[in-house]
């Protein structure tokens, strides 16, 4: 069992930069491919980026590679999303998510297992 909180959403204006972190609880975190989703208002739920259990593989949506770096640190339970040339439609509810590496497809939503409740990221421009 993992449970996730997000936190690090707000404002910004477009060209800004916005943290996310996710909290992880669970003794399983450490082994888990961690992804992070969004859903932006009327839309489907979308991959954004995910990172293998050591850190050493990860993955990204076409329409964020070059401007968002995902990472995690599993001495804190961690793993953050680093958003740098926000645009508008960057704008969104981003989640946390966590998938047994045997059975992931990192970027099809269905194949995570934990999801946290979500923060949101706002274009004030």
């Known amino acids: 069992q993992v449970q996730l909180v997000e936190s690090g959403g707000g404002l910004v204006q477009a060209g800004g930069s916005l943290r996310l972190s996710c909290a992880a609880s669970?003794?399983?975190?450490?082994?888990?491919?961690m992804g992070w989703f969004r859903q932006a208002p009327g839309k489907e739920r979308e991959f954004v980026a995910a990172?293998?259990?050591?850190?050493?593989?990860?993955y990204y949506a076409d329409s964020v590679k070059g401007r968002f770096t995902i990472s995690r640190d599993n001495a804190r339970n961690a793993v953050y999303l680093q958003t740098n040339k926000l645009k508008s439609e960057d704008t969104a509810v981003y989640y946390c998510?966590?998938?047994?590496?045997?059975?992931?497809?990192?970027?099809?939503?269905?194949?995570?297992?934990?999801w946290g409740q979500g923060t949101q990221v706002t274009d004030s421009s």
């Open positions: 998510a966590a998938a047994r590496p045997d059975k992931v497809v990192v970027g099809v939503r269905h194949t995570y297992d934990y």
């Open positions: 669970g003794r399983t975190f450490s082994n888990s491919v």
């Open positions: 990172i293998n259990w050591s850190g050493g593989s990860t």
